[in-house]
């Protein structure tokens, strides 16, 4: 199996020295770039997207953070190894439904991974763990520059980098964050919010891409525009909306905790009850249940190192995880869903019991 | 606190060694008896009330199985009081109401309680463990034999015993089983069995007196026929019945396990789970939840044992005994929901996690 290393790795992603993390899962941004005089995927026949890919492949293996990393191409993998991908966020849904002639580069850390014949010719992408902009910018700032020196990239004075599609022209650039909104969404307040940040041209999508009904009450914020703005002002105005969607989930969590205690700690309860006893899970149910989980540790209900837990879980229980781990003899998805359940039993098991009275005394 | 020892006492209901016990919960026989020459409770005044009740305290007294036993008016009970009586069986939703010169005798381990000045003068009840009519009867025979040495019966030779409302007329018995039927309300089969027995005269309710979708799957058979059969044959007549109900039940929980094991288990783990860590839980779930624990022992989940704890915490967890257990300083049903979830909580926190590969193996 070729991505045995990216399954089996302990990811850096996991330093939560950003604060605040109760709230931001990770920083993501991602650059676009093609090599100039050279068609964009869509439009290369099949030799000149090899070449592209050979190019793109010898280039990135110059850069010193992707040496020992994983070197993917598409042909070569089963649906679920490509779905495993998908769930950990290094590939597109799009490139995975792919066949030849595209790839992907993942670093040992699986804290950048670049897209080779994606939409377009490179797709460089760097993860943080909770809210950093500034150390993801760092790198992806670094690798851009050492693809520079390798690769002639398309770029016009007056439009900046070519893109396959005018929506990425520009600085191609899109930051985006995973947010964790449970007290947003529990006081039904989602889609307020999603509006606001709408209007000021600023993105909201689910984990997998959902809409507002995300399940895990997890939300993507990222930039709109790409053109007519610098790199750091598109950052800096995307930040200030973040900041205020983060305190708007504070705030929202502190009511729900002086108005509805009860409620909030009888639903953790009970996720914490199914996750440890539970025998069929299916993928958006197993999302919910470790939401609440992870505001129980927010709370001081569970441990902090469980939100590590919860945050691999978000991952490890989608589907294509589920069916690899287990080694592809589940025969469909009621087989997955005994297979997840067992899973989660056996981590939630091993936990103390909740004290409901540490909170109650606060 | 007059009902201490009835609330303290370890009774003898839990003796299980009348099988099937996987489906019936209790037996219980009624007869109603009134003193000749005397108005009906509701015909009298205020002063034969008081000398009826006198007069059947006293020949009660006599009777050796009700000594040390507790002698209760209903005019120096609280209203909580009342209810665990309620709630225990042991007093009817009708007695609970009246204000004065009506009460109620419970013998030491509670298997037999003896109403006066309800609808009847005398209302004796026995309850055994189990399905458990020839025991039943044998106590409630003697209790009626040694009252009748004392009291001079009102009885026709025409119509048997006569009683305030002719429902009862002639044997004046009212013989019924509590029985546990999860197979047959998963199967959605209980309309159809209750059509089938309501037309050979036997009647169907809950626990406490609700109709098909009693809470707990908890259902109470009985006769309703008291005239123009003996004693024998009104409980020849309902064992029939109740023996066909029971190999119904059996055979739809077979069924359960064959062709859905995965979502009973985790129907039933759910429920531990929820026990394990609600918050909040009304009596209604509670009794639902504590229904899939008592199947899961029944399907070797959880140790034979909980079997009696699942039938006290039936009562204990009803709404008065709360209250009671509490010390009456809950303020509303929600304060009540956690006082109730607590209790659930510290009891199955001491178990051992449900061993689902035990059945899966099966």
Not at 93 to 121: F, W
Not at 158 to 163: D, M, N, V
Not at 198 to 213: C, K, S
């Amino acid at each position: 199996m070729q991505i045995r290393p990216i399954l089996e790795a302990e990811t850096e992603l996991t330093d939560r020295s950003h604060a605040p993390e109760s709230v931001v899962l990770s920083t993501r941004v991602r650059l676009a770039r093609n090599i100039d005089e050279t068609p964009f995927p869509s439009r290369a026949n099949k030799s000149q997207r090899r070449e592209i890919l050979a190019r793109c492949q010898d280039a990135i293996a110059g850069l010193k953070m992707m040496q020992k990393g994983s070197v993917l191409e598409m042909q070569n993998l089963s649906d679920p190894e490509k779905q495993v991908l998908v769930e950990r966020h290094l590939i597109s849904r799009e490139l995975s439904n792919d066949k030849g002639e595209s790839g992907v580069i993942v670093s040992r850390d699986q804290s950048c991974a670049i897209m080779i014949n994606e939409e377009d010719h490179l797709r460089i992408q760097v993860l943080r763990a909770g809210y950093n902009f500034k150390g993801a910018w760092k790198v992806i700032d670094r690798i851009d520059t050492g693809l520079e020196d390798k690769l002639d990239f398309a770029f016009s004075p007056e439009w900046g980098f070519l893109t396959a599609c005018p929506t990425n022209l520009g600085t191609a650039l899109r930051a985006s964050v995973m947010l964790h909104l449970p007290g947003l969404v529990m006081a039904s307040q989602m889609e307020k919010v999603v509006r606001a940040v709408n209007q000021m041209g600023i993105a909201v999508r689910g984990l997998y891409g959902e809409g507002t009904d995300a399940s895990g009450s997890i939300f993507q914020i990222s930039n709109q525009q790409t053109l007519g703005e610098s790199e750091q002002d598109i950052i800096k105005r995307l930040t200030g909306v973040l900041d205020t969607v983060i305190e708007q989930e504070q705030n929202a969590r502190q009511k729900l905790l002086e108005n509805a205690a009860p409620k909030v700690l009888d639903k953790i309860g009970r996720a914490f009850g199914a996750l440890q006893n539970g025998h069929l899970l299916s993928s958006a149910e197993a999302m919910n249940l470790l939401s609440l989980i992870r505001l129980g540790v927010d709370f001081g209900l569970l441990p902090e190192n469980e939100r590590r837990s919860v945050d691999k879980f978000f991952m490890t229980t989608q589907p294509g995880h589920i069916q690899i781990i287990s080694q592809g003899d589940l025969e469909n998805s009621d087989q997955r869903d005994v297979e997840r359940a067992r899973v989660l039993r056996e981590h939630f098991r091993g936990l103390a019991p909740l004290d409901f009275d540490t909170l109650e005394k606060t």
